[in-house]
């Protein structure tokens, strides 16, 4: 593990096995883990919630960074999966993990910029013909208006990929291609999901406007808070309290930013203080709210980023922080926090699991157009 996280620290995209931070275990675990995680290799046991950073990334994906999202696995006997957020990129980090296709209904995001919904129609589409029969369940906040909610974006999103929809007549997976959607306040906060053992709570967050939110998800007395894109906000302060993982926003400084962005020192302070965390408020936050493990996300990471944002936020907060990075992992028992690296499988093909839809397609296969015959090349 480093000693300290600077410039010159490896770095997972350059093939570092090693998580960024220097806390890779917090308490002691009852169970030995190996070093990385690997695809298929390990299953989450009871009381056990397993976390994985699916998109670290800011709004710019880059090879090195899928952009925002989480996956959060529990130990429960339904063996559910939860996205929060799903940017571009996301499902690709997933499907190097192995875990079924089928498992993929559950999506809670924070809010509808583009860079935590990218990854939407390949979940509804491209997951359905590689075996999801279920519909995918969303919940996201409700808009200002009817028209800026999450329940509007799910049946636009359905009405522009129609034709993808209709192809589908006569494969099983045409009834996975579906959404249901339900939409969760973003003025308060409030409990909207509770089954198998599993809460999920929504609060309110401050990001450019009306419907934001960040979740906490409890299981078995432990708990992951995920902030989505916030400045700092007391609601989700008092929604860490006693938390075991915080996920929370953080943006390079505005020094650092303007540089690296190529944008005016104005903007870039307009940016991440105005719309987004710093890291030295990162560190604020953590403080305040006391996790036993803290994660600086959504923190488009180089060298030129991690050793400032965290030397940053080590002015602020001397606790157990990581930087998050693609697919890193965090195994949350009642005894210890551990945080290592998932090493992917480059070349997975789909894993099926239980689906509760099963029987004959909904429709038959169409009678194909009546110019194909004469249009095809035969050889």
């Known amino acids: 593990m480093p000693d300290q996280i600077d410039e010159m620290t490896p770095l997972a995209c350059e093939g570092s096995t090693q998580a960024l931070t220097t806390t890779p275990v917090v308490g002691s675990p009852g169970t030995a883990l190996a070093p990385t995680l690997a695809p298929g290799g390990e299953q989450v046991g009871p009381g056990e919630i397993r976390v994985t950073i699916l998109g670290s990334g800011d709004p710019f994906v880059r090879p090195s960074q899928a952009s925002a999202s989480v996956l959060v696995e529990v130990g429960n006997a339904a063996k559910d999966l939860f996205f929060f957020d799903l940017g571009s990129g996301a499902l690709k980090n997933f499907t190097g993990l192995r875990l079924p296709v089928t498992a993929t209904t559950k999506v809670f995001l924070s809010h509808l910029h583009a860079d935590h919904v990218g990854d939407m129609p390949t979940l509804l589409y491209s997951m359905a013909k590689a075996g999801r029969r279920d519909p995918v369940e969303v919940w996201g906040p409700a808009g200002a208006t009817e028209a800026l909610g999450t329940q509007a974006y799910t049946a636009t999103l359905l009405d522009a990929h129609a034709w993808d929809y209709s192809s589908l007549r006569g494969h099983p997976g045409q009834s996975g291609a579906a959404a249901v959607a339900t939409e969760v306040p973003f003025d308060r906060t409030e409990v909207v999901y509770q089954h198998d053992g599993v809460t999920i709570t929504s609060f309110p967050v401050i990001h450019m406007q009306d419907g934001a939110v960040g979740y906490r998800l409890d299981y078995a007395g432990r708990s992951v808070v995920f902030s989505g894109d916030t400045r700092p906000c007391r609601f989700l302060v008092e929604a ?54 803290s994660v600086m996300w959504h923190l488009a990471v180089d060298h030129q980023t991690v050793g400032s944002a965290y030397r940053e936020m080590r002015t602020a907060h001397d606790g157990p922080v990581t930087i998050a990075q693609d697919l890193t992992v965090f195994n949350v028992t009642a005894d210890a926090i551990v945080t290592r690296q998932a090493i992917p499988d480059p070349f997975p093909w789909p894993v099926l699991g239980p689906t509760g839809i099963t029987g004959p397609p909904m429709a038959p296969i169409p009678e194909p157009p009546a110019w194909w015959a004469d249009a095809m090349f035969t050889g």
């Open 240 to 293: 860490a309290d006693g938390a075991d993982l915080l996920i929370h926003e953080t943006f390079p400084s505005p020094s650092v930013y303007a540089v690296k962005a190529g944008v005016p020192p104005a903007f870039a302070e307009a940016v991440v203080n105005g719309v987004h965390t710093s890291p030295v408020m990162a560190g604020k936050v953590f403080a305040a709210a006391g996790a036993r493990m």
